[in-house]
């Protein structure tokens, strides 16, 4: 083999390990933002008195800042491991495309089980802190969970979908040997 082709299917290689962690991150920031726009609309303190600033108090600016820098890291992280199940190894590689789906299904679960989980939070503690002083701790506490939650969830769903990737290069890898066997 050609030193050039080895050279040119070393860089593809990389090339599309740079690109799942691109999505992972790209997926984490939009679900940060999404999370965070919710988080602001129903608890502004949570990101504006409670974490630290970030230079504006504006609700939207806030929701956009935090959901980038709580979660492009995650994402890397997330797509450093899931390039790693999909990429190396003698099995049938996957490409970024193949875990987009999984990666969206995912985060769609984590945002609704995020928005449930506040809702519990909320109006269950409603009869406990019945004082309308209280108001603004039940906000804050059911919107501190959720965020926890969601870092707990999207943990766990990485790996589902690392699991998830193995298992269907792993079936990938069956089919190119039973069609070989095949004469």
Known sequence: MEPNATTARR????VQGVRI?????????????????????VC?????????SIGTQAPVLLALGWGFLATWWFGAVSGLVLAAV???GPMPVLGW????????????AI??????????VYFGTATVLQDPSKEADRR???TGLMHAQSYALAAIATL??????IVNRFRALQVLRASASVP
């Not at 790209?26 to 609309?41: E, K, N, Y």
């Open 11 to 14: 860089v593809e290689k990389t």
């Open 21 to 41: 962690v691109g999505t992972c991150i790209l997926a984490a920031v939009v679900f940060g933002i999404v999370h965070d726009l919710f988080s602001v609309s």
């Open 44 to 52: 502004k303190p949570y990101l504006g008195t409670y974490h630290p």
């Open 86 to 88: 999909s990429r190396v």
């Open 97 to 108: 495309r193949d875990l987009v789906r999984p990666l969206a299904v995912c985060l769609g």
């Open 111 to 120: 945002l609704v089980l995020g928005i449930v989980l506040w809702c519990l």
């Open 140 to 142: 804050l506490a059911a």
């Open 160 to 165: 589902a979908v690392s699991v998830w990737a």
